[in-house]
Structure formats: structure tokens, C-alpha cells
T-cell receptor, first 114, second 113 residues
Framework: NAGVMQNPRHLVRRRGQEARLRCSPV?????VYWYRQLPEEGLKFMVY????????ESGMPKERFSAEFPKEGPSILRIQQVVRGDSAAYFC????????????FGPGTRLLVL | QKEVEQNSGPLSVPEGAIASLNCTYS??????FFWYRQYSGKSPELIMS????GDKEDGRFTAQLNKASQYVSLLIRDSQPSDSATYLC?????????????FGTGTRLLVSP
């Protein structure tokens, strides 16, 4: 009974490169959330997705960041032209559906931008 | 802006004592409240959820909610060194039909043997 899976666990990129972070939710969960945790800061909501739909992206930076949750395959958080300030831990969480609100977190991807 | 406030700590307690962690939130309409534990370098792990005023107990953990005072707390009885971690309070700030968690910055708990 696998939990939320994220890969890669660690990702190093140089400034200007692209970063792709993947998240597979708990089997049977149709809701995915992405959070970012900057060093010494709290978790900040980025985006909430259901299959093929972005429900709330109010926490996403306006530029360079995008997210998707296709009908098949994992959810992807994509960061284009990374900058040093993007260095953080990115956590994905999933939940079964609207009426079951508990979110279960994956192990996270630690992104380091050189 | 919806906010969740926690004392950053560290909160130091001896082994076997009761640790009391507190959290206040700004959005009076919030309905769902969660406590997560996060060990250094690890992901948040759900400890408790609470939706109604009063106490909710699960093993050594008790969550307390007072919506009138916009206050939620977590009590850890018989604290163990393995409880040493950062405890995150989270409030569901989403509107009806969708949800997003707003987290406090966390309280670091240190339990000394």
C-alpha cells in the first residue's frame, strides 16, 4: 500500500535550467497539492489539482512555474529558468476527495539551484 | 490574508512531562484543523485532525479546539525523546468545494532524557 511517491528526491540544477518534479498520489486519491518549504520557513501552498484540472493555483508564482495532473501518469511541477531563490523542498500531498480532507504528504524533492 | 501563528520555540520539556503546543488562526470561517509532525529533513506526518470544538484524544496526543477564541492546541502526554521534532499547525483555508492548507511556521519541541 504505497503512499505518495515523489521523484527525484534530490535535484541539482544550474541557474537557467529547467526542473521537473514528479508526484504519484496514493492509489485511489484523485486530488494532488503542491507545497514549497523554503529554508527555515513554513510550508506554503502552491497549487491544487484534480485529474486534468487545475482547481486553485493562487500560490504559484506568476512566471516560470506550472503544474499539471494528466489523466494518466504522475502530477508534474515544472520550474523553468530556475534561479537560486527556487532552492527549497517541494512537497506533494494527496487526498481521496473533497469530503475527506486529510492530506498525506510525500517525501519531498529537495531542489538546489547552483 | 489568512494566517496561522505559532511560537517557534524551542519548547524544552523533560522526558515524561506534558508538552503543550499552541496555535492561533485569523480566519474565523475555518472549519478544519490539523497537526503535523516534521522531523528535520523529512516530510510532514499527520498526527491529528480536529473539526469540532472541544478535545480529541488519540493515544498520548490530545488536540483541543476553541473556535470562538480561534485557538487550537496539541498536548503530548508522557513526552519521549523521539517526540523531538517540529510541530506544524495547519488550517484549511479553501472555500467550499476545494481546500488548501495554511501552515504555521511550526514549533520546535525538544524532549530531554
Amino acid at each position: 500500500n504505497a503512499g505518495v511517491m515523489q521523484n527525484p528526491r534530490h535535484l541539482v540544477r544550474r541557474r537557467g535550467q529547467e526542473a521537473r518534479l514528479r508526484c504519484s498520489p496514493v492509489k485511489g486519491h484523485s486530488h494532488v497539492y503542491w507545497y514549497r518549504q523554503l529554508p527555515e520557513e513554513g510550508l506554503k501552498f502552491m497549487v491544487y489539482l484534480q485529474k486534468e484540472n487545475i482547481i486553485d493555483e493562487s500560490g504559484m508564482p506568476k512566471e516560470r512555474f506550472s503544474a499539471e495532473f494528466p489523466k494518466e501518469g504522475p502530477s508534474i511541477l515544472r520550474i523553468q529558468q530556475v534561479v537560486r531563490g527556487d532552492s527549497a523542498a517541494y512537497f506533494c500531498a494527496s487526498s481521496p476527495g473533497q469530503n475527506q480532507e486529510t492530506q498525506y504528504f510525500g517525501p519531498g524533492t529537495r531542489l538546489l539551484v547552483l | 490574508q489568512k494566517e496561522v501563528e505559532q511560537n517557534s520555540g524551542p519548547l524544552s520539556v523533560p522526558e515524561g512531562a506534558i508538552a503543550s503546543l499552541n496555535c492561533t488562526y485569523s480566519d474565523r470561517g475555518s472549519q478544519s484543523f490539523f497537526w503535523y509532525r516534521q522531523y528535520s529533513g523529512k516530510s510532514p506526518e499527520l498526527i491529528m485532525s480536529i473539526y469540532s470544538n472541544g478535545d480529541k484524544e488519540d493515544g498520548r496526543f490530545t488536540a483541543q479546539l476553541n473556535k470562538a477564541s480561534q485557538y487550537v492546541s496539541l498536548l503530548i502526554r508522557d513526552s519521549q525523546p523521539s517526540d523531538s521534532a517540529t510541530y506544524l499547525c495547519a488550517v484549511n483555508a479553501g472555500n467550499t468545494g476545494f481546500q488548501k492548507l495554511v501552515f504555521g511556521t511550526g514549533t520546535r519541541l525538544l524532549v530531554s532524557p
